[in-house]
């Protein structure tokens, strides 16, 4: 991610390869970074956004609790939703 443009990546692949796996562990190691407060994630469609949510939520709780709450915070997760 060092030499990405804009900050911008792009995961691509086929179902099943760890695409959402993989976002949210990258999503992951740039929180950890103290000098980046927020991050934005999309997703193509609704359904890969709810499960990068909580793919992220479920991760980052288990590696918080694993490092005994010292060094890791847990992210806040918020879902956006367009309204009709």
């Excluded at 469609?45 to 479920?58: K, V, Y």
């Amino acid at each position: 991610m060092r030499h990405s443009s804009l900050g911008l990546v792009g995961i691509l692949g086929f179902a099943g390869a760890g695409k959402t796996e993989t976002a949210a562990i990258a999503s992951l190691c740039l929180i950890g970074n103290p000098h980046i407060m927020k991050i934005y994630c999309s997703a193509a469609t609704n359904i890969a956004t709810d499960n990068f949510a909580e793919r992220l939520n479920r991760i980052g709780q288990s590696v918080h609790f694993s490092l005994l709450q010292k060094t890791f915070r847990v992210p806040m997760v918020v879902r956006g939703y367009q309204l009709s």
